[in-house]
Nanobody, 113 residues
C-alpha cells in the first residue's frame, strides 16, 4: 500500500495550495480518507476527513477555508486550502482507513511572508 502526497510548498498568508494524495494497493472507494497535520512541537491533528460515501468533517480552525474531496476514478484525495494563515504551517499527512490505518509520507506546507 502506498499513499503518495504532493502539492506542499511555501505560500504567503492569504494564499492557496492544493494537496493531492494518490493511493495504490487498496480498494480506494471503500476507504475513508483524511488529511492530518503536525506542526513542530505539536501533536498530529486531524484537519479534514471524507468517508467512503462522501461525508466530510473538518477541524474547527479550517472550516470555511479548506475543502476535502475525492476522485474515486483516480484513487486520489485532495485538500484545497484557501486563505492560508501562518498557523497552518505544518507537515500534512494523508491517511486511509478501512479495516486498518495507512499513512502516507508528509508534505511540508509553509505559510510565511
Amino acid at each position: 500500500v502506498q499513499l503518495q502526497a504532493s502539492g506542499g510548498g511555501l505560500v504567503q498568508p492569504g494564499g492557496s495550495l492544493r494537496l493531492s494524495c494518490t493511493a495504490s494497493g487498496i480498494v480506494f472507494n471503500s476507504y475513508a480518507m483524511a488529511w492530518y497535520r503536525q506542526a513542530p512541537g505539536n501533536e498530529r491533528e486531524l484537519v479534514a476527513q471524507v468517508t467512503s460515501d462522501g461525508r466530510t468533517n473538518y477541524e474547527d480552525s479550517v472550516k470555511g477555508r479548506f475543502t476535502i474531496s475525492r476522485d474515486n476514478a483516480k484513487n486520489t484525495v485532495f485538500l484545497q486550502m484557501n486563505s492560508l494563515k501562518p498557523e497552518d504551517t505544518a507537515v500534512y499527512y494523508c491517511w486511509a482507513r478501512r479495516f486498518r490505518v495507512y499513512w502516507g509520507q508528509g508534505t511540508q506546507v509553509t505559510v510565511s511572508s
